[in-house]
């Protein structure tokens, strides 16, 4: 069973930030690797940030803005977003895919709402 739980999703104003969190299992965070997407009304899902053998990666719309974490006592990853602008309004989504090489983001959480207001 992998069971992921994000939050700290909400309402806030252009250029300000936010902080959201996925909480996952001690199983799921010592095999896996977590990751965010976010879905935009009408737009395909898109990668936001994640992490791998290397170190942290992001998607480039985010890239200087968004930073993934973690917490490794909590098993807890984190992104934090600044500079937020109206487009990155979106379902913000928790994944987990396994450490192998070139595996796929398999599991999901159900997501937290962002939204950015002019």
């Known amino acids: 069973q992998v069971h992921l739980v994000e939050s700290g999703g909400g309402l806030v104003q252009t250029g300000g930030s936010l902080r959201l969190s996925c909480a996952a299992s001690?199983?799921?965070?010592?095999?896996?690797?977590m990751g965010w997407f976010r879905r935009a009304p009408g737009k395909e899902r898109e990668f936001v940030g994640g992490?791998?053998?290397?170190?942290?990666y992001y998607g480039d719309s985010v890239k200087g803005r968004f930073t993934v974490s973690r917490d490794n006592a909590k098993n807890t990853v984190f992104l934090q977003m600044n500079s937020l602008k109206p487009e990155d309004t979106a379902v913000y989504y928790c994944?987990?895919?396994?450490?192998?090489?070139?595996?796929?983001?398999?599991?999901w959480g159900q997501g937290t709402q962002v939204t950015v207001y002019s």
């Open positions: 994944a987990a895919r396994n450490r192998r090489l070139g595996s796929e983001y398999d599991y």
């Open positions: 001690e199983r799921t965070f010592s095999s896996y690797f």
């Open positions: 992490f791998t053998w290397s170190g942290p």
